[in-house]
C-alpha cells in the first residue's frame, strides 16, 4: 500500500542554517506530495506541494521537488529562523484524494 | 485562502458523556470534510470521510457507533464522540476539500479533548 516515511525528529538547528527534511514515498501510480506545516498551538497549514515528476513546489523560503526516481519529496530551507520552528508534515494524495501522511518531523530553530 | 474553523477548541468532559465537535467552512462550500485524530508524538490518523447528504466512510478500526459524524450541509460537519472515555481524550482535527477532484484540503485548528 501507499506509505510516506520522513525522518525521526526532533532536528535542532542554530539560526541561518541551512535545513533539510528528508522525506520518501511508496505509492502506485503518479500521487501529488506535499508538505504541511503545523506552528505551535494551531492548526495544519499547507506549505507547498508538487503534483508531478520534476516538479518544484515553493513557499515562505522552503522548497520540495518531486523525484520520481528516488521517490522521495525533501524539504529544504537555505536559511532557517526561529520562527520556522513547527512540526511539518510530508503527505502523498492518492487515486482517492486521501492524504496519507508521515509521522511528522519537529524543527526547533535556537537564535 | 479557505479557512476551516473548529468549535470548541478545548473541552473538558466526564467519563460517560458526549461531545460535539464542529467543523465549519467560512467562504467557501465543502463537498467533503475529513476528520482526523493526533496522538501525541505521533502522526495524523484518518477516522472518516464525510460527503455532503450520505453517510459517512469509516476507516477501519474505527467505531461509527461511538464517532458520529453528520455533514448536513456544504458548510458544517459535526464529529459527536458518544460515551466517551479517557481512552478518547486526543486532538482531532477535521479538513475540508473545496471542489470534488481538487487535491488541496484546508484543516481547521484543531479540538483538543480531555476525558476525565
Known amino acids: 500500500g501507499n506509505s510516506v516515511t520522513q525522518m525521526e525528529g526532533p532536528v535542532t538547528l542554530s539560526e541561518e542554517a541551512f535545513l533539510t527534511i528528508n522525506c520518501t514515498y511508496t505509492?502506485?501510480?503518479?500521487?501529488?506530495l506535499f508538505w504541511y506545516v503545523q506552528y505551535p498551538g494551531e492548526g495544519l497549514q499547507l506549505l507547498l506541494k508538487?503534483?508531478?515528476a520534476d516538479d518544484k513546489g515553493s513557499n515562505k523560503g522552503f522548497e520540495a521537488t518531486y523525484r520520481k526516481e528516488t521517490t522521495s519529496f525533501h524539504l529544504e530551507k537555505g536559511s532557517v529562523q526561529v520562527s520556522d520552528s513547527a512540526v511539518y508534515f510530508c503527505a502523498l494524495s492518492d487515486s482517492n484524494y486521501q492524504l496519507i501522511w508521515g509521522a511528522g518531523t519537529k524543527l526547533i530553530i535556537k537564535p | 485562502g479557505a479557512v476551516v474553523s473548529q468549535h470548541p477548541s478545548w473541552v473538558i468532559c466526564k467519563s460517560g458523556t458526549s461531545v460535539k465537535i464542529e467543523c465549519r467552512s467560512l467562504?467557501?462550500?465543502?463537498?467533503?470534510m475529513f476528520w482526523y485524530r493526533q496522538f501525541p508524538k505521533q502522526s495524523l490518523m484518518l477516522m472518516a470521510t464525510s460527503n455532503e447528504g450520505s453517510k459517512a466512510t469509516y476507516e477501519q478500526g474505527v467505531e461509527k457507533d461511538k464517532f458520529l459524524i453528520n455533514h448536513a450541509s456544504l458548510t458544517l460537519s459535526t464529529l459527536t464522540v458518544t460515551s466517551a472515555h479517557p481512552e478518547d481524550s486526543s486532538f482531532y482535527i477535521c479538513?475540508?476539500?473545496?471542489?470534488?477532484?481538487?487535491?488541496?484540503?484546508?484543516f481547521g485548528p484543531g479540538t483538543r479533548l480531555l476525558v476525565l
Open positions: 505509492a502506485t501510480g503518479y500521487p501529488s
Open positions: 467562504d467557501f462550500q465543502a463537498t467533503t
Open positions: 479538513s475540508a476539500r473545496v471542489v470534488a477532484g481538487q487535491e488541496t484540503q484546508y
Open positions: 508538487a503534483t508531478k
